[in-house]
């Protein structure tokens, strides 16, 4: 499976984005879906993620500006970020993977996201 992200930019404080990501064929409904980001030095975080059925998981330092969104009809999912903060600078990545088995684990390339103070 090939992900390709799509959105990232420079916005203000306050600002919003919204992140796409969309998958070369379809996606098991056993596979969770989701966003990773890595700032510089830092190790890669779990931004949110959501299941086949709808069950999301939000980092604590995002919970109520992102929303994560699936649609499993055109194996993709989405993350809308609100309120954004300059802590939330960093490579943000989507990605796929199956909890039943570790072998299927897929990135996306990767988006830029930059909040400016």
């Known amino acids: 499976v090939q ?3 799509s959105g990232g930019g420079l916005v203000q404080a306050g600002g919003s ?3 796409s990501c969309a998958a070369s064929r ?4 056993t596979n969770i879906m989701g966003w990773y980001r890595q700032a510089p030095g830092r190790q890669r975080e779990l931004v949110a993620d959501v299941t086949w059925a709808g069950l999301t998981i939000y980092a604590d330092s995002v919970k109520g500006r992102f929303t994560i969104s699936r ?5 993709t999912v989405s993350l809308h970020m609100n309120s954004l903060k300059p ?3 960093a490579v943000y990545y989507c990605n796929t993977n199956n909890p ?4 299927i684990n897929y990135w996306g ?3 830029q996201v930059t909040v400016s103070s």
């Not at 379809?26 to 409904?29: A, D, L, N, P, T």
């Not at 649609?71 to 194996?75: E, I, L, M, S």
């Not at 039943?100 to 072998?103: K, V």
């Open 100 to 103: 039943y088995n570790s072998r």
């Open 17 to 19: 984005l919204r992140l």
């Open 87 to 89: 802590e939330d600078t």
């Open 71 to 75: 649609d499993n009809a055109q194996n």
């Open 109 to 111: 390339q990767g988006t």
């Open 3 to 5: 992900l390709q992200a």
């Open 26 to 29: 379809s996606i098991s409904r």
